[in-house]
């Protein structure tokens, strides 16, 4: 469950919010009733209309990278899309992005190694700079060798890189707040936690010379 508070379909008033609780949800309440077509619980929705001009905000960016007039392939965006999901550990960003890429036609080969698209010999030299590039983004908080945009140059020019700049930083974003607030599949218990030690272990330093009897 989400750690804020979800908006019910009874407390709606945006003409944006509920245009998309009918198209996601059809005539369910979404917090009485989750539940969307791809299998996710669907609350991303439902807290982000806590703020209907930031409901409105994110949809436009939905919008956005999906233009027309965008200039990017749009594989290699959702590639930016789904890395900048993994290495933030966003479950639900990551997972999105991964149906997009299957429903662009990219090879299970393909998905499935972009944990590890460093040693993967299935991308192409544009696939990897993007990747690198998505690290760089994502992984170095935009710390980014100038090799990279050297690169990046050979097949996209300065407006190309902005755009896949600005997608890849906005899905970032995404994968930090639903992370932060535990929605949709991210709603889980951190895995890095104390392993116990056996009963009977000393909280002494466990590599200092063992105390004579």
């Known amino acids: 469950m989400p ?4 908006v019910p379909r009874s ?29 996710t619980p669907g609350d991303w929705w439902t807290v982000f209309a806590l703020s209907p001009d ?34 933030k550990g966003s479950q639900f960003v990551f997972s999105q992005h991964c149906k997009s890429l299957r429903g662009l036609g990219v090879s299970e080969e393909k998905i499935a190694s972009i944990a590890h698209w460093q040693v993967a ?4 030299d544009k696939e990897r700079a993007v990747l690198a590039y998505a690290d760089c983004l994502s992984g170095q908080s935009g710390r980014v060798p100038l090799a990279v945009f050297d690169k990046l140059k050979t097949f996209w020019d300065d407006q190309q890189i902005f755009e896949f700049t600005y997608i890849t930083c906005l899905y970032d974003m995404h994968a930090v707040i639903t992370r932060a607030l535990r929605m949709e599949y991210d709603a ?6 104390e ?8 909280a002494a330093d466990f590599l200092s010379a063992p105390r004579p009897a």
């Open 3 to 6: 750690v804020l508070r979800q």
């Open 188 to 193: 889980r218990e951190d895995p890095i936690v």
């Open 54 to 87: 930031i409901f409105q905000h994110a949809v436009d960016g939905f919008a956005l990278y999906r233009n027309p007039e965008r200039r990017i392939d749009p594989v290699l965006r959702e590639l930016g899309q789904t890395r900048a999901g993994w290495v």
């Open 11 to 39: 407390e709606v008033t945006a003409d944006i919010v509920t245009r998309y609780y009918n198209r996601l949800f059809g005539e369910r309440d979404p917090v009485a009733e989750p539940g969307t077509a791809t299998g």
């Open 121 to 124: 010999d299935c991308y192409d």
């Open 195 to 202: 392993v116990a030690a056996p009963e009977g272990f000393s």
